[in-house]
C-alpha cells in the first residue's frame, strides 16, 4: 500500500523547491503526495523563520496537527508529524521543548536523511532531530527524479545560504555559508526538467548572483557564465533569476541582461531601505547612491528591465528623515513589483539587540504609506503595458472555459482566451486589459508555426519595449 504525503511549504521560492526534493525522495520510499493534510499518513511543515509571524504560525499549525492525531488515534490509526526548513534549524532542541509530539525535525541541508530518520522514529519514542550541516551536499544524494506533473514554469537551487550577515537576516544562520553547484549538475538537472516539458526555469540562490560554482572546464563559473550555457538547451524559453544582492551585479551579468534573449528582462533586486544611515546599520554593504547608479547601468543595458524590491520598514533606530528618504528611493528607480515589511526582531540577529526599536505603530503607519506608493507603482506599470504586443508563456488553465493563464517577460500574469493554443505554448499576445495584479490579453496566433521565428520576433518586441 502506498503511503501518503502531505508537505505544506512557507516562505520563500527555495522552500518550494526543497518541497519537491522532499517529494521525490519519498516517493521512492512508497510515499504519493496528496494535497490536503486530512488525507496523509505523514505531513511535513516545510517552515520559514524569516520573520516571527511566519514562524509563529508553525505552532498553531502543529497545534492543528496533534489534535488531527489524537482523533486518528482514537481511531486506531496514526499520523507522523514533521518539520523543516529554517524554523527546523533554528530551534531544533527548543522547538522539540516546545512541540515534543514532533515526530522529525529536519534543517534544510539534512533532508536528504528523511528516509533514514522516518526509519529510526518508527523504532522508537520520540523527536528524531537532524539540524546538521553535514560535510555531503544533499545535492549529491537526493535521487535525480523529476516529479510528475511539472509545471511549465519551474525552479532550480543553484546557490545557497549567504556570508553578507545583515544585520537583521536570520539566513546566514539557518542555511549556512554561501555554497554554490556545481555547473554540470545544475545543468543536468535542467535537462531534466526541459525533457518533463518546462519551458521556464528560474535560478534559485539566497544570494543567487553570488554564484560561483565548479565549471566543467575547470574554471569557476559566474551566474553569467552559467546563463549563457543554459540558453543553450533546446527548448528552455526563458531564463530568470532570484534573489540577488546589489553587491553582486557583475558586469557580465549585466551584460547578459543586454545580450541574452532568453533571460527575461525582470530582476527582483532588494534595496532594503533609501536611507544611508539605516543601509549602514543593516551592513547592507552598498548606499542609496551606489543603488541608483546599478539601476541606471542595469537600465542603460536593457531599457525596458522591470525591477522589484524588498523593504523592511521600522529598522532600529530609523527616524522620520530615514523613511522619507525610503519613499524617495521608490519614487527615482520606480518599481513593478515589491515586498515590503514591518522589521521583525530575529534572536540571535545583532539588530534585534539593539536598543532604538521603533514602535509598532509608527512601523505600521510608514508601512501603509510605503505600499500605497508601491502599489500605486505596479498598478500604473500593469497600465502601460495596455495595447502593447508581447510573448507570453501558457502556464496553467484559467476560470472560464478556453481560458489560459500565462505569464508576461516582466512576470505579470496575462489571461487570455486560447481556444486552439495550449498550456507550454509561448505566443504573441496583444494586451487589451489591465487589473490591480494581472492582465488580459488576446491572442494574435493559436500555434508557434516556426519556433525560431517567434524567438527572434520575442526578443525583438521586448527590446522595443
Ligand atoms: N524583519 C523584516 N523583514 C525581514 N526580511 C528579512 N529579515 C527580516 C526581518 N528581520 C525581509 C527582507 C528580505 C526578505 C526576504 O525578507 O526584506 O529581503
Ligand atoms: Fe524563510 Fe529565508 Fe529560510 Fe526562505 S531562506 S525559508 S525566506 S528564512
Known amino acids: 500500500m502506498t503511503k ?118 518508527a523504532r522508537r519514542e520520540g523527536t528524531v532531530l537532524d539540524t546538521d550541516f553535514p560535510a555531503e551536499s544533499k545535492f549529491d544524494l537526493l535521487p535525480e527524479d523529476v516529479e510528475p506533473g511539472q509545471p511549465v514554469s ?3 537551487t543553484v546557490q545557497e545560504g549567504c556570508d553578507k550577515f545583515c544585520t537583521f537576516c536570520v539566513v546566514p544562520y539557518t542555511r549556512g555559508a554561501e555554497t554554490s553547484r556545481p555547473a554540470k549538475d545544475v545543468m543536468a538537472e535542467a535537462k531534466r526538467l526541459v525533457a518533463a516539458g518546462v519551458r521556464e526555469i528560474t535560478l534559485l540562490g539566497q544570494n543567487v548572483n553570488a554564484y560561483h560554482g565548479d565549471g566543467p572546464d575547470g574554471k569557476v563559473w559566474s551566474l553569467a557564465r552559467l546563463l549563457w550555457s543554459l540558453a543553450e538547451i533546446d527548448g528552455l524559453e526563458r531564463l530568470r533569476y532570484t534573489t540577488s544582492h546589489p553587491r553582486d551585479m557583475a558586469d557580465d551579468l549585466i551584460d547578459a541582461h543586454a545580450n541574452l534573449s532568453s533571460l527575461m528582462p525582470f530582476l527582483h533586486l532588494p534595496v532594503q531601505s533609501g536611507s544611508d544611515g ?123 472555459p478556453g481560458q489560459l493563464v500565462g505569464k508576461s517577460p516582466y512576470l505579470q500574469a496575462v489571461h487570455v482566451e486560447a481556444e486552439g493554443a495550449d498550456i507550454g505554448d509561448l505566443l504573441e499576445v496583444d494586451i487589451v486589459a489591465h487589473h490591480a495584479h494581472s492582465l488580459a490579453g488576446r491572442l494574435i496566433q493559436t500555434k508557434p508555426t516556426d519556433p525560431a521565428k517567434i524567438d527572434q520576433s520575442s526578443s525583438r518586441l521586448e527590446r522595443r519595449a
Do not use: W
Open 4 to 121: 501518503k504525503l502531505f508537505i505544506k511549504t512557507y516562505g520563500c521560492q527555495m522552500n518550494v523547491y526543497d518541497s519537491d526534493r522532499m517529494a521525490s525522495l519519498l516517493a521512492r520510499h512508497g510515499y504519493g503526495r496528496v494535497e490536503r493534510a486530512e488525507e496523509a499518513d505523514l505531513v511535513i511543515l516545510n517552515t520559514c523563520h524569516i520573520r516571527e509571524k511566519a514562524a509563529e504560525k508553525v505552532y498553531s499549525e502543529l497545534g492543528r496537527l496533534r489534535q488531527m492525531r489524537d482523533a486518528r488515534r482514537e481511531q486506531g490509526q496514526d499520523l507522523t508529524i514533521g518539520v523543516a526548513g529554517c524554523v527546523a534549524q533554528a530551534e531544533g532542541d527548543a522547538m522539540i521543548e516546545r512541540a515534543s509530539f514532533v515526530d522529525l525535525v529536519v534543517g534544510p541541508q539534512a533532508y536528504h536523511r528523511l528516509p533514514e530518520m522516518l526509519h529510526r522514529r
Open 154 to 156: 519551474a525552479f532550480l
Open 278 to 400: 539605516v543601509l549602514k546599520a543593516m551592513n547592507r554593504q552598498h548606499d542609496a547612491e551606489s543603488y541608483l547608479r546599478l539601476v541606471d547601468k542595469l537600465r542603460a543595458a536593457r531599457p525596458d528591465l522591470a525591477l522589484s524590491s524588498d523593504f523592511i520598514v521600522g529598522f532600529p533606530g530609523e527616524s522620520d528623515d530615514d523613511f522619507e528618504a525610503t519613499m524617495n528611493l521608490v519614487e527615482r528607480v520606480g518599481f513593478a513589483q515589491a515586498f515590503s515589511f514591518k522589521y521583525s526582531a530575529r534572536p540571535g540577529t545583532p539588530a534585534s539587540n539593539q536598543r532604538k526599536q521603533v514602535r509598532d505603530a509608527v512601523k505600521g503607519e510608514r508601512l501603509a504609506r510605503l505600499q500605497e506608493l508601491l502599489e500605486r507603482q505596479s498598478s500604473e506599470f500593469n497600465q502601460r503595458m495596455l495595447g502593447r504586443r508581447m510573448p507570453i508563456l501558457l502556464e496553467r488553465a484559467g476560470r472560464h
